[in-house]
């Protein structure tokens, strides 16, 4: 009972802090400032260090929980491409270095819409790159991101595998945005932080003139064949289950060895209350052992 006391205290707090702020009426320029605010109960596990660098004049927050981490995940945050940093992401990211015992890397990629596609896309790959210039061997690194940014790891492991380049050894999304005509939404009965009409004007903005079918922008109509070991993890009560589901069904299509995790009334992007919520530390504990297994040695 208290574990159920406290989801729906947080889901009561989702509802009230963060949706109204993921309203299409309120400026961009307002949700960036105030999103961060929405965030501070998302706290990192103690001892987590986190350094600001920069590569190829991307700035980027590196991220340890162990001295001597092993292997490299590259974080891409959520936000509808419109929204959110690394400072914000902080919670989840701290927790996903301990469960994983790698070092994560968070580029503060290009945000529409100043930026639109392929800003997001291109600061992604250059960041990678850089990663594999500084020596990390492919096999080591893995991808991982949240609501749009979980779309986006999808996304740049097809371009990786489009150009030919060496590919990261799995892919680990929460909640992933994978269909930005958002014509096949679910339909729970209750959604504590997604708004259709939001995420329709951060679509709009993201894609600018580009179709919103083009594979690198909605990864659910392309062809996932040849990507590495995927997870994804959603929980039930929000918008975009059916984008996960229809993304496990997508990869296992183009065999992609994949395992798809529901977590029954959990909300959007719930792992960012790890650390509070014993469902959201076990899921990113999960994600942990699985960027581990797929590590190298």
């Known amino acids: 009972m208290i574990q159920t006391a406290l989801e729906t205290g947080l889901r009561q707090t989702m509802r009230r802090l963060v949706r109204p702020l993921l309203h299409p009426a309120v400026p961009v320029g307002i949700q960036r400032s105030l999103v961060s605010k929405a965030y501070l109960t998302s706290i990192p596990p103690r001892g987590t260090r986190f350094e600001d660098i920069e590569a190829e004049g991307i700035a980027m927050t590196r991220v340890c929980h162990s001295d001597n981490p092993d292997?490299?995940?590259?974080?891409?945050?959520?936000?509808?491409?419109?929204i959110g940093s690394p400072r914000t992401h902080r919670g989840i990211t701290g927790h996903l270095a301990r469960a994983s015992g790698t070092m994560v890397i968070v580029p503060d990629y290009r945000l529409a819409p100043e930026h639109p596609y392929p800003a997001a896309l291109d600061d992604a790959e250059s960041v990678y790159l850089a990663l594999l210039d500084?020596?990390?061997?492919?096999?080591?690194?893995?991808?991982?991101?949240?609501?749009?940014?979980?779309?986006?790891?999808?996304?740049l492991a097809m371009r990786l595998r489009d150009r030919g380049l060496p590919l990261p050894s799995s892919v680990v999304v929460m909640s992933p945005w994978t269909d930005l005509s958002n014509a096949h939404l679910y339909a729970p009965e209750c959604e504590p932080v997604l708004q259709r009409a939001w995420i329709d004007k951060a679509a709009r903005l993201y894609c600018g003139s580009e179709p919103v079918a083009t594979p690198y922008v909605s990864p659910v109509y392309g062809d996932l064949s040849g990507l590495p070991p995927l997870l994804i993890q959603v929980g039930s009560q929000e918008i975009l289950l059916n984008d996960a589901q229809r993304l496990a069904?997508?990869?296992?299509?183009?065999?992609?060895?994949?395992?798809?995790?529901i977590?029954?009334?959990?909300?959007?992007?719930?792992?960012?209350?790890?650390?509070q919520l014993d469902r959201a530390t076990e899921a990113l504990g999960t994600a942990g052992q699985f960027i581990r297994r797929h590590l190298p040695g």
């Open 71 to 82: 292997g490299v995940v590259l974080y891409f945050h959520g936000g509808g491409y419109i």
């Open 134 to 155: 500084e020596g990390h061997p492919p096999a080591s690194l893995s991808l991982a991101g949240d609501s749009a940014g979980g779309g986006l790891a999808i996304a």
């Open 249 to 261: 069904e997508a990869a296992n299509r183009d065999s992609v060895e994949t395992r798809l995790e």
């Open 263 to 275: 977590y029954n009334s959990l909300w959007h992007v719930f792992q960012v209350h790890a650390g």
